[in-house]
């Protein structure tokens, strides 16, 4: 495999554009079988040392930095392109036939089983999940991408007894042409309006995942979200809570007993798990039906599942301070993230909400809150300013704070005692912080403190 994805890129003018961990794993990759290949880094910003220590070592790179590097793209024979960059508002049709990545060149030549797995939420947790369920059955299995390890990082190692689960986010996925042999679809929201034209241009980025499989792949989707409108395959599955049994092969929840087709497979009860809130028995029923199609132990799998713990940032269980339970849920960045986390802790006194606003509708949220039992609402820039003023005519006690230092303090202040302080911002970080695991952890330190 690894031969084939050099050769594809042999005798070309390279562009690997953006330099975050995926575009420095790109260039370590190629500089390591192409000594002399020309390559040209394109990136936002720069890191000086870095920079020039490339510079220093490598005759065959060079830099081009800062406003309007994404100019001039149609003179590289190939661009190898890092999920985080936009060409929202950029005309692509004169290179557009050149965009490749990490994960296309993978798809292309790779051997093994893969696993793909994308939605707006719940995608780090599900493909953790069905990594952590797969390789506790004795499989060589990895799990790749969005996760934060590069497809490049490992491709040595990868056979083709592998098992590759992949984490997709939109932004990987807008301009591949293949697909994953398993595609595991769990929900699309309104999210990253600021990186897409509308949200039309975002729902059709999730749905190549399953667009571009072949008809021997096998597509795991939701049956319940009003945003996927998908012509499923007759060995594809449906996932749903809701009764929308669309196809021959349904993962079905009825209160807690969890079907396929008309065979109950597993009763849940949500007290005997670590994954709290529907929204997580709903990831594990993908889990399930991936465990369905690679026939594997289904009641050790379900062992598995029960001892998993929550990812970081994740309704992540912070400690109890002053007889108050604080949760971290930093990763919530759309509305329907914070009502589904609200409902899991089931007895939320006070939450912290707000972040950047990205055009994101938040009146479903505004809503929720008003008809909710949480006492406190602390609001922070941007969007917290927007649902204090939806929740002005309500009975809540709301806060409206500029810093994250203000909102732990405030909660600390007014939380009831044993009742619960929920983290869950229901908007983006950038713009406040580097990121939601910035954030996050800046909400743990002032707790713990």
Do not use: W
């Amino acid at each position: 495999m690894v031969n084939k994805i050099i050769d594809n890129l042999r005798d070309k003018k390279i562009a690997i554009l953006g330099f975050g961990v995926e575009g420095k794993s790109t260039y370590r990759f190629v500089r390591k079988y192409l000594k002399n290949a020309e390559i040209t880094i394109l990136c936002s910003e720069e890191d000086e040392a870095e920079k020039s220590d490339i510079l220093k070592k490598d005759e065959f790179a060079k830099f081009v930095v800062g406003k309007g590097y994404l100019d001039n793209l149609d003179k590289y024979d190939v661009i190898l392109k890092a999920p985080g960059v936009s060409f929202k508002n950029i005309e692509i049709n004169k290179f557009a036939n050149k965009i490749t990545s990490q994960l296309e060149l993978f798809l292309e030549y790779n051997n093994c089983l893969t696993i793909g797995v994308t939605g707006t939420k719940g995608k780090s947790t599900t493909s953790s999940l069905i990594y952590s369920v797969i390789k506790d059955q004795g499989k060589d299995c990895y799990l790749l991408g969005n996760i934060g390890i590069p497809i490049f990082d490992k491709v040595e190692e990868i056979t083709e007894n592998s098992v590759v689960v992949l984490e997709l986010s939109s932004h990987a996925l807008q301009y591949v042409k293949r697909s994953t042999n398993i595609a595991v679809l769990l929900n699309i929201y309104e999210e990253h309006l600021d990186h897409y034209k509308d949200f039309n241009e975002y729902i059709d980025a999730k749905l190549n995942i399953l667009k571009c499989q072949k008809n021997t792949d096998i597509a795991i989707f939701n049956s319940d979200n009003e945003n996927i409108k998908y012509n499923y395959k007759q060995n594809d599955y449906g996932i749903t809570t809701m009764g929308n049994c669309l196809n021959k092969n349904t993962i079905e929840l009825k209160q807690n007993d969890i079907y396929y087709n008309d065979k109950k497979i597993i009763t849940i009860n949500e007290d005997e798990i670590n994954l709290k809130g529907k929204h997580n028995i709903n990831n594990i029923m993908f889990v399930l039906a991936v465990v369905k199609i690679m026939n594997l132990n289904i009641e050790k799998a379900f062992q598995t599942i029960k001892h998993f713990k929550p990812l970081e940032h994740r309704l992540e269980y912070v400690g109890t301070v002053d007889d108050v339970e604080y949760y971290n849920d930093s990763i919530a960045t759309i509305p329907e993230s914070t009502i589904c986390s609200i409902k899991a802790l089931k007895k939320v006194n006070t939450l912290i909400v707000g972040g950047k606003d990205r055009g994101v509708k938040l009146d479903n949220l505004v809503e929720f809150l008003n008809n909710s039992e949480i006492r406190n609402v602390i609001c922070m820039p941007k969007t917290g300013e927007y649902i204090a003023e939806g929740l002005k005519k309500s009975n809540k006690n709301v806060i409206l704070v500029s810093t994250m230092e203000e909102a732990v303090d405030m909660a600390k202040r007014v939380t009831e005692k044993s009742k619960i302080c929920l983290l869950s911002p229901a908007a983006a970080s950038y713009g406040f912080f580097k990121n939601f695991k910035e954030r996050g952890e800046i909400f743990k330190k002032n707790v713990l403190n």
